[in-house]
C-alpha cells in the first residue's frame, strides 16, 4: 500500500493497485479508461469519466466495509421491510408508478374544482342582502340611516358571505377528501412527520380545507362562514408539477433539454396563473367591505392585469387600506417570484443553443429525413454535403440533421440562419454513442445516417477507429436504419461489413491516380461525374455558388460568362452526370430500338445533346455494363441505357422539333459510320 503507484485526474491523486490480484485488475481497467481520455471527444471523455468514478466508488465502499471490522461479501444484501400498514401504503401509493401518477391527476383535478366552486360563488354571491351585520340595506341605527363614509371598512362581508347548501355540501366533501389525502401522505412519507407539518404546501391545505371542516359544528351558521379556497390553487400547480416529474420519469426513457424548457414554460404559466388568480380572488373579496367602490369578478380582472401590466389606467382602484396593502403584498411577491421562474428559462435556453436544434417526435413523423453524423463538422463539409444531397429533385423534401461533438460557430450559425437551409437543416450537439443523442435525432425513424470521417486529422488510424465505434452504437440503437460510412483505411472496411455502402477514401484515391496514368484526364473526367457541378466552378465552391446565383439573377449562364472559348466549353459540359433509363421507357432512346448502339449515340447527341456510354443486357444469365459496345450491340426494350446529361430524361424539357426524326441526317449518318 506504501509503494502503490499514483496518478493525477482532474487534480485528483489516484492511487491505481496495492499488490492483490484484485487491485492489479483494477489497475489495468483505469489504465485503458485513462489511456482513452485523451484520445476521443468531449462526450467520449466524460463516459469514461463516469466508469471512473463508478469504480472508484466501488471500492472505497469496500475498504469502509473492511475498515469496520466487517468481511466483505460477494453476495448481494437485501433489506426487508416488516408487513405494516404504513409500508403497504407506501408500496401501493409511491413506489407504484400507477398509482402515483392517478394521486397527482386526482390532486390537481380536485384543487381545479375547489377553485372553480370558488368563483361560482363568488358569481352568485350578493353582499347587498347582508352587509348590514346581516340585513339588507339601508342599514338603520335606531331609528336613524346610518351612512358609511369613503373609506370605512365593513369588517362583517370579510367574514361571512352567502354560500348555498348544495355548493357548501361540495365544498365540504372535498376539503375533507382533500386533507384526508395529504394526512395520509404525510403519514406514510420517511422521515420526521413534524418536517413535513411545517411544509408550505401543508399550511396552505389548512387555510383551503379546515374551516369547511370546522362548519360541520354547527351548520346552520357556520356554513356561511368566508374560507380562502382560493389559495388551493397553488396546491393544484404543486400537484402539476409533480404529475410533469413523474410523467417523465415513467413514460419516457429519455427527457431532452427541449422536454425540460416546454415543462419549465408551462410551470411559469402556471405560476402566472396562480399569481393573477390569487390576487383576483384576494382584491374583491376585500373590496366587498369597501361601500363606494366594490368590485365585480372580471372587474377585478381587469384591474390586476393592467396593474401587473405596469399600463395603470387609474379607473379602477382600491379605496380602503385593506385591498391597498394586500396589493403592495403581492406586487412585492411577483417581483420576487416571477424573475427567479424566468431566470431558470433563461439558462435551460443558453443550455439549450449550446445543445443545437431539437427535432421532436410530431416533425419526424411528419416529414422524412437523414442524420449526418461527424466528430467535428467543418463548414466546407457541410455545404459539400448539402449540395450534393438537394442536387437530387426527390430528396428536396427531406430534412437533414447534423450531429457533433462541437458547438456550433460563427460560420455555422450563418448557414443554418440562410432561408435555404433554415427549415431543412437542424444541427445538434451530441454523440452518437449516448443513446439520449441517438433519441433526439430520431435516429430509429431517420431514412439513412452518413457518418463522415474528419477531414483535418493527422491520425488516420483513429479516426476509422472512432468512426467504427460510431458505427457500432447506430447499429445497436436501430438495426433497421441504412448507413453510409466514409473511413480512410481500407482494411477497416471489415469492420461495417453490415453497412449498405462504404467509401474508403485512400482505396478510391489511389485507383483513381493509377487509372490517371494509363488514361490521363481520366481523374478529372470522374471528379466532374461525382459531383454535382453547377458551372463553370463546380458545385463545392462557394465561388461558384456565388456566381451562379449572380448568373440566375442576371438570366445568362456561367458558360457565357467565361472569357476564353476553353472555359466556355469546359464550364457548359462539366455540369453532365451520368443516368440511367430503361430504353423502353425512354423518350430519348426508344425510337432506337433494334438499331446499333453507335447509330443511337451519335442520333442522341445530335437531337438532345446527351452521350450514351454505356448499356446493360438485363436478359443475359450474367448481366454486366458494356462500355461503348460498337455497332455490334443490337439496343433492345429491356436494355437499361447509361448516358451523360445535365439532368435525367424525366427533369428535363425537351423541344417538339427535336423529337421528330430527320431522314435526310440519319442516312448521312449511316453512311458515314459505314466508311
Known amino acids: 500500500m506504501k509503494n502503490s503507484p499514483r496518478i493525477e485526474v482532474d487534480g485528483e491523486e489516484i492511487e491505481l493497485y496495492d499488490g492483490s490480484f484484485e487491485s492489479e485488475l483494477r489497475h489495468s481497467k483505469r489504465r485503458f479508461y485513462l489511456s482513452r481520455l485523451d484520445k476521443t471527444d468531449v462526450n467520449e471523455r466524460e463516459i469514461y469519466k463516469n466508469v471512473i468514478a463508478t469504480e472508484l466508488t466501488r471500492e472505497a465502499s469496500l475498504e469502509s466495509i473492511t475498515s469496520a471490522g466487517a468481511r466483505p461479501s460477494s453476495a448481494p444484501v437485501k433489506y426487508f421491510e416488516h408487513d405494516t400498514i404504513r409500508g403497504k401504503l407506501r408500496r401501493i401509493l409511491i413506489r407504484n408508478s400507477t398509482a402515483r401518477l392517478a394521486s397527482a391527476v386526482f390532486v390537481l383535478v380536485a384543487k381545479s374544482l375547489v377553485c372553480v366552486l370558488y368563483v361560482v360563488r363568488v358569481i352568485l354571491d350578493d353582499v347587498t342582502k347582508y352587509e348590514c351585520d346581516g340585513h339588507p340595506q339601508p342599514c338603520m341605527n335606531g331609528n336613524e340611516t346610518e351612512i358609511s363614509e369613503k373609506g370605512d371598512v365593513n369588517w362583517y362581508v370579510l367574514l361571512w358571505v352567502e354560500r348555498p347548501l348544495w355548493l357548501w355540501v361540495i365544498q365540504v366533501v372535498l376539503a375533507f377528501v382533500t386533507f384526508f389525502k395529504a394526512l395520509l401522505k404525510i403519514y406514510i412519507a420517511k422521515g420526521r412527520r413534524l418536517d413535513h407539518f411545517l411544509q408550505g404546501h401543508f399550511f396552505l391545505e389548512v387555510f383551503s380545507s379546515i374551516p369547511y371542516i370546522v362548519t360541520l359544528a354547527y351548520p346552520p351558521m357556520l356554513k356561511n362562514l368566508y374560507v380562502p379556497s382560493f389559495l388551493s390553487c397553488w396546491l393544484a400547480k404543486k400537484a402539476l408539477d409533480r404529475l410533469l416529474n413523474d410523467l417523465h420519469r415513467t413514460r419516457q426513457r429519455f427527457q431532452t433539454i427541449s422536454v425540460t424548457l416546454s415543462q419549465q414554460c408551462l410551470v411559469l404559466i402556471a405560476t402566472m396563473c396562480c399569481m393573477v388568480f390569487t390576487t383576483i380572488c384576494g382584491v ?202 466514409q473511413l480512410f483505411k481500407p482494411e477497416n472496411k471489415i469492420h461495417v461489413k453490415f453497412a449498405e455502402h462504404v467509401v474508403c477514401e485512400d482505396e478510391f484515391k489511389y485507383a483513381l491516380l493509377a487509372n490517371n496514368c494509363l488514361y490521363p484526364g481520366l481523374s ?152
Not at 301 to 315: A, C, E, K, M, W
Not at 605 to 620: C, N, P
Not at 649 to 672: F, G, M, W
Open 284 to 485: 374583491e373579496h376585500i373590496q366587498r367591505a369597501s361601500s363606494f367602490n366594490r368590485l365585480k369578478f372580471f372587474d377585478a380582472l381587469y384591474y390586476v392585469i393592467v396593474t401587473f401590466s405596469t399600463v395603470g389606467y387609474g379607473d379602477i382602484s382600491p379605496d380602503i387600506w385593506p385591498s391597498r396593502l394586500f396589493m403592495i403584498v403581492m406586487i412585492c411577491v411577483a417581483f420576487a417570484l416571477i424573475p427567479m421562474q424566468i431566470q431558470t428559462i433563461g439558462s435551460t435556453i443558453v443550455e439549450r443553443m449550446k445543445m443545437g436544434s431539437e427535432y421532436s417526435e410530431r416533425r419526424a413523423s411528419g416529414n422524412k429525413h437523414v442524420v449526418v453524423v461527424s466528430r467535428t463538422l467543418q463548414t466546407e463539409t457541410v455545404m459539400d454535403f448539402l449540395l450534393e444531397f438537394y442536387a437530387h429533385p426527390k430528396l428536396e423534401e427531406h430534412v437533414v440533421v447534423l450531429m457533433a461533438a462541437d458547438a456550433m460557430d460563427i460560420n455555422m450559425q450563418v448557414i443554418l440562419k440562410d432561408p435555404k437551409w433554415s427549415q431543412r437543416v437542424v444541427y445538434m450537439r451530441g454523440s452518437v454513442l449516448r443513446d439520449t443523442d441517438l433519441k433526439r435525432c430520431r435516429i430509429a425513424q431517420a431514412e439513412a445516417c452518413f457518418i463522415l470521417a474528419p477531414r483535418y486529422l493527422e491520425n488516420r488510424t483513429i479516426a476509422d477507429q472512432h468512426t467504427i465505434l460510431r458505427s457500432w452504437a447506430v447499429k445497436d440503437f436501430a438495426p433497421k436504419c441504412k448507413q453510409y460510412i
Open 524 to 675: 478529372t473526367l470522374v471528379s466532374l461525374l461525382v459531383h454535382t457541378s453547377g458551372g463553370l466552378y463546380g458545385k463545392g465552391s462557394v465561388e461558384g455558388t456565388i456566381r451562379r446565383d449572380f448568373a440566375g439573377k442576371t438570366h445568362t449562364s456561367e458558360a457565357d460568362m467565361a472569357t476564353d472559348q476553353w472555359q466556355q466549353t469546359y464550364g457548359r459540359h462539366s455540369g453532365n452526370e451520368i443516368y440511367h433509363i430503361q430504353l423502353g421507357r425512354s423518350m430519348f432512346f426508344s425510337p432506337y430500338e433494334g438499331k446499333s448502339f453507335t447509330e443511337a449515340s451519335a442520333d442522341a447527341h445530335q437531337r438532345f445533346g446527351i452521350s450514351l456510354v454505356a448499356v446493360l443486357d438485363s436478359t443475359v444469365d450474367d448481366p454486366h455494363l458494356q462500355l461503348n459496345p460498337g455497332p455490334s450491340h443490337i439496343l433492345k426494350a429491356s436494355d437499361f441505357c447509361f448516358y451523360m446529361s445535365i439532368t435525367k430524361e424525366e427533369y428535363s424539357k425537351i423541344q417538339p422539333d427535336a423529337l421528330k426524326h430527320d431522314e435526310s441526317k440519319t442516312a448521312v449518318r449511316t453512311k458515314n459510320m459505314g466508311k
